[in-house]
């Protein structure tokens, strides 16, 4: 049971996300070339995340133990999507009659 | 430890103090939302699968949804999150009135998204963009706008049920508090109906982008 924090520093942060929200649908007005697109935008929502994972979820006040938890769940998804596209994305490199797709 | 919080309440005898058991509460919601996270993450993993594969059906489905309505929607999700960072900000201050208020505002953020959400739905509907015979495209590309049409549904469905969860869950708060003579014992049920409010927000911060804005720019 920490100390609470200020009204104003939710209130920052809050706009703070309004505005990547913002800047997410601005941008995707653009012709951006290729895959920028979505590395912008997944980007901008990882940034949206830490915003609310530290400061409306408490992780920037939480135990270390907490933290690790929170990580962990992170961590874990990181190897789930980097190996299974690892796979997706190489296969393409030797040409094997049959591959998928 | 001291805190103003614990006066009155007593840890559950598993524990040695109530700062400890909420401790526990709050990591044991983490170990359910990495469960979540990784359930979430089977699905954003097939999304990226058949996007590469997929891409230009992928974008003609994308620019079909209404991008306007989601990002409203977006906004009104992250009030919500605001509003349940101060319902928890509130009960740790131990002020009844300002916790039912922003209880209350954050179960309204919560309905009207699924308001908007299941107008979205009709709107589809009516569009024919729902997968079956009446679907209007043929061809090969029809097949990858219904791949993409297929991951739509499935992830605003399970994540509409999620934030009807929530809903039930922040109900059931705002009645325990209106009847509640002791509010640091609500301390750690709203911490952590808060952490989980947060983490559906966040999910939809993510199906965001790669739902509504994959098929942009239209210029």
């Known amino acids: 049971?920490?100390?609470?924090?200020?009204?104003?520093?939710?209130?920052?942060?809050?706009?703070?996300?309004?505005?990547l929200l913002a800047l997410t649908f601005g941008v995707s007005f653009f012709n951006l070339s290729g895959s920028w697109g979505l590395i912008l935008n997944l980007s901008i929502s990882f940034l949206k995340a830490i915003l609310i994972g530290l400061f409306f979820m408490h992780l920037n006040r939480s135990p270390g133990l907490?933290?690790?938890?929170?990580?962990?769940?992170f961590c874990w998804l990181a190897v789930l999507l980097s190996l299974a596209l690892t796979d997706y994305v190489s296969r393409g490199w030797i040409a094997l009659p049959g591959r998928w797709p | 430890m001291g805190s103003p919080l614990n006066a009155g309440v007593q840890p559950q005898e598993q524990f040695k103090s109530i700062e400890q058991q909420h401790e526990a509460a709050t990591q044991g919601m983490w170990i359910f939302l990495a469960t979540e996270i990784l359930f979430f993450g089977g699905i954003f993993l097939a999304y990226f699968i058949y996007r590469r594969s997929y891409s230009i059906g992928f974008e003609r489905m994308s620019e079909m949804l209404d991008?306007?309505?989601g990002t409203l929607n977006t906004a009104i999700l992250l009030t919500s999150s605001l509003t349940m960072a101060l319902s928890v900000r509130a009960v740790q201050l131990e002020k009844k009135g300002s916790l039912i208020l922003f209880l209350v505002l954050t179960l309204i953020f919560g309905v009207a998204f699924l308001t908007?959400?299941?107008f979205e739905y009709s709107e589809d509907f009516k569009n024919k963009l729902v997968l079956g015979p009446s679907f209007p495209f043929h061809g090969l590309e029809a097949v990858h706008m219904e791949m993409f049409l297929l991951i739509y549904y499935v992830m605003t469905l399970i994540h509409a049920v999620h934030l009807l969860v929530g809903i039930c869950l922040v109900s059931l708060m705002v009645v325990k508090t209106v009847r509640s003579r002791c509010l640091p014992a609500l301390y750690s049920p709203i911490e952590v109906i808060g952490l989980y409010w947060h983490f559906v927000d966040v999910v939809w911060l993510f199906l965001y982008p790669l739902l509504y804005l994959a098929g942009r720019p239209h210029i």
């Open chain 1, 1 to 19: 049971m920490t100390h609470p924090s200020g009204v104003r520093g939710f209130i920052f942060i809050y706009l703070a996300l309004l505005a």
């Open chain 1, 66 to 73: 907490t933290r690790v938890f929170a990580a962990a769940g």
């Open chain 2, 67 to 69: 991008s306007f309505l």
């Open chain 2, 116 to 118: 908007i959400k299941g």
